[in-house]
């Protein structure tokens, strides 16, 4: 945490808005996930920066210090784990380390790896939310006075799940092989989770079986391909389905 950060933080935060002067770094590629995490700073008076690889991180981290940082785990380049074991043996340390997936088993592999807390997606509880971070606070950066707990639940719009869409629609032309169809199982396993695609998720499972039990994929991704191409068709707004 910098000095400007420190002051806002230790000044300014209230019940109202409890993570004022806090900034926020998400190291997240799914713009669905991002901008559910923007919604979220911005009710609780935090600033939000976001970064989509383990490389743009490494960037910013050389240029700024955020008080609170959101590892993803499954990133495009590689393990949020490694981020966060990094971050966590670094001195100065950043104030709060945390992680995020949506699978729900890994919040164990966070702990370990040096994290403060470990954020499941959907992240949909502003609640939720608020208090991980705040856990994490020193008492004298904690807003004074009872808390309004605020029980909303956050939906970013569907242009970012249609964004997201479009990313593993790219992803897939020029028949990905390897890791590149692992990282698109988990990615839009994730993303459909998240949006209440039941349809979209399930094809995301079959795709991440396939896989695992070494079977050809061509199947799984072809039904993957079909269902993100329909939902692209579709009129904007229309993108989520059962």
């Given at each position: 945490m910098d000095d400007r950060d420190f002051f806002q933080s230790a000044s300014f935060p209230n019940p109202?808005?409890?993570?004022?002067?806090?900034?926020l770094l998400a190291v997240e590629d799914s713009r669905y996930a991002s901008d559910a995490l923007r919604l979220m700073a911005?009710?609780?008076?935090?600033?939000?920066?976001?970064?989509?690889?383990?490389?743009?991180?490494?960037?910013?981290?050389?240029?700024?210090?955020?008080?609170?940082?959101?590892?993803?785990?499954?990133?495009?380049?590689?393990?949020?784990?490694?981020?966060?074991a990094r971050l966590h043996r670094a001195s100065p340390r950043i104030g709060i380390i945390l992680g995020t997936?949506?699978?729900?088993?890994?919040?164990d592999a966070v702990i370990k790896a040096g994290a403060d807390g470990f954020l499941p997606k959907p992240v949909a509880s502003l609640a939720n939310?608020?208090?991980?971070?705040?856990?994490?606070?020193?008492?004298?950066?904690?807003?004074?006075?009872?808390?309004?707990?605020?029980?909303?639940?956050?939906?970013?719009?569907a242009q970012s799940y249609r964004e997201d869409l479009i990313h593993v629609a790219e992803l897939l032309n020029g028949a990905p092989e390897g890791k590149v169809l692992d990282y698109i199982a988990q990615f839009l396993t994730?993303?459909?989770?998240?949006?209440?695609?039941?349809?979209?998720?399930?094809?995301?499972?079959?795709?991440?079986?396939?896989?695992?039990?070494?079977?050809?994929c061509r199947g799984p991704a072809a039904r993957i391909a079909a269902l993100v191409q329909d939902r692209l068709n579709a009129a904007p707004g229309s993108e989520r389905r059962v």
């Open positions: 109202a808005r409890p993570l004022l002067g806090l900034t911005l009710r609780s008076g935090a600033r939000l920066r976001q970064v989509g690889t383990l490389a743009e991180a490494d960037r910013h981290l050389g240029l700024y210090r955020p008080s609170v940082i959101i590892v993803d785990l499954g990133l495009p380049d590689g393990d949020g784990t490694r981020l966060i997936s949506g699978d729900e088993d890994a919040g939310f608020q208090e991980l971070i705040l856990s994490q606070l020193p008492e004298a950066c904690r807003p004074m006075g009872p808390r309004i707990v605020n029980d909303d639940v956050i939906r970013p719009g994730g993303i459909a989770r998240s949006a209440g695609d039941l349809a979209l998720q399930s094809a995301g499972e079959a795709l991440t079986i396939a896989r695992m039990q070494h079977r050809a």
